[in-house]
Structures are given as structure tokens and as C-alpha cells.
């Protein structure tokens, strides 16, 4: 395969980088893609489901205390700055 280089508006690339993030594919095989689309047919944009996007974010149950919400002895230091602690 060969190479090219070339100059992209950043925003364009912007697009590029978030779509290959999103579909986990290198940015070189979103450009080949977009380059080889027939003009006229609707494009296929997969969108990750909110759980693919927030999947990072999540606390198994399992490692939580069951009375996280109303122990006292977990709301120690609720409030105050780390540097009070």
C-alpha cells in the first residue's frame, strides 16, 4: 500500500480522530473509507450505545458497603477540603 501525505482543516481531522476513537479503527482506515464512499448512498455512522461511552465509569455493586448511603462512619470528612483531612 502506499502513502500519502496531506493538509486537513483541523476540524475535518477532529472528525476523523473522534470517528475512528468511536468505531476503534486507525485514522488512515476512516480516510480509505471516506475516500472510497459512492456519493449518493446514505452513509453508515455507527454511534457507540451510552454504555460503551460510560462503561469506565461504573462500580461493580460488590465493591461497595451495603449502608454506603446512610453509615455515618462513611460521610467522615464529607465536605471538607483534602488539605483539612
Given amino acids: 500500500m502506499k502513502t500519502l501525505t496531506l493538509k486537513l482543516p483541523e476540524a ?8 475512528a476513537r468511536a468505531r476503534n479503527l486507525s485514522k488512515s482506515a476512516v480516510v480509505r473509507e471516506r475516500l472510497t464512499h459512492k456519493p449518493g448512498g446514505a452513509a453508515k455512522r455507527i454511534v457507540p450505545s451510552l454504555w460503551t461511552q460510560m462503561e469506565d465509569l461504573v ?3 460488590d465493591s461497595l458497603p451495603r ?3 446512610s453509615g455515618k462512619a462513611h460521610l467522615k470528612g464529607y465536605g471538607k477540603s483534602r488539605s483539612d483531612r
Fill in 67 to 69: 449502608d454506603l448511603s
Fill in 12 to 19: 475535518l481531522l477532529a472528525e476523523i480522530a473522534s470517528d
Fill in 59 to 61: 462500580i461493580e455493586n
